[in-house]
Structures are given as structure tokens and as C-alpha cells.
Nanobody, 127 residues
Framework: QVQLVESGGGLVQAGGSLRLSCAASGRTFSSYTMAWFRQAPGKEREFVAAISWSGGSTDYVDSVKGRFTMSRDNAKNTVYLELNSLKPEDTAVYYC????????????????????WGQGTQVTVSS
């Protein structure tokens, strides 16, 4: 059974930084695209970033480009999201997700392309 466990969220002032982690288990981690989504109160869950199964490609939503960096450590079955220059509008629950199909050739931003989800970690940015 695939499990994703996020950690690293918290309360930070605007301009600050956080590092989110997502530990995966239950299958061969290195064969699957991984993604981060976020959901603010009253809003739809939105794509934030994704990384290909090989780690060679990443994709970011425009609002976080240059501030967030996603990476993966296949030896540790973990993906990371470095959040820098945080803004109050980054406040949300951040979810880790992965696909059902291995070795995808295209990184997708649609949440319906991701089958397994973690429980989320809260990020709160104060102004």
C-alpha cells in the first residue's frame, strides 16, 4: 500500500523559509512522478510543483517560480519542497501526491492525474 507522509510545515513570518518533506513507502519510489499541491481555506486545491520520476524535469506554478524548489532523493524515498521568500498568500495546507502509472513522460498539473495523496502539512505565513 502506497503511503505518503508530509512534514515540515509551520508558522513563519513573511520573507521566511520552510522545507517540506514527503516520505513515500509501499512501492518503487524512483519510478513515479511526484508533486506538491496546496489548498487554502475556501479555495480549490492547486498545483504547486512537480518533479519527474528521473528527477531530470521540474515544473512550477508561476506564482512560486524563483521562490520554491522541488527535489527528490530516491535513496531516501523522499521529495522536498524548499519554500523561500514566503508570502501570506502562500498560506495553505500542502499536499504531496504521486501518480499511479510509472515512468510518465509528461509532468501533469491536473490533480486528477495523481492517485495517491498524503494527509497534508499546514503552512502559515504571517504578514
Amino acid at each position: 500500500q502506497v503511503q505518503l507522509v508530509e512534514s515540515g510545515g509551520g508558522l513563519v513570518q513573511a520573507g521566511g523559509s520552510l522545507r517540506l518533506s514527503c516520505a513515500a513507502s509501499g512501492r518503487t519510489f524512483s519510478s513515479y512522478t511526484m508533486a506538491w499541491f496546496r489548498q487554502a481555506p475556501g479555495k480549490e486545491r492547486e498545483f504547486v510543483a512537480a518533479i519527474s520520476w528521473s528527477g531530470g524535469s521540474t515544473d512550477y506554478v508561476d506564482s512560486v517560480k524563483g521562490r520554491f524548489t522541488m527535489s527528490r532523493d530516491n535513496a531516501k524515498n523522499t521529495v522536498y519542497l524548499e519554500l523561500n521568500s514566503l508570502k501570506p498568500e502562500d498560506t495553505a495546507v500542502y499536499y504531496c501526491a504521486t501518480t499511479r502509472t510509472p515512468r510518465g513522460t509528461v509532468i501533469l498539473r491536473n490533480k486528477h492525474a495523481y492517485y495517491y495523496w498524503g494527509q497534508g502539512t499546514q503552512v502559515t505565513v504571517s504578514s
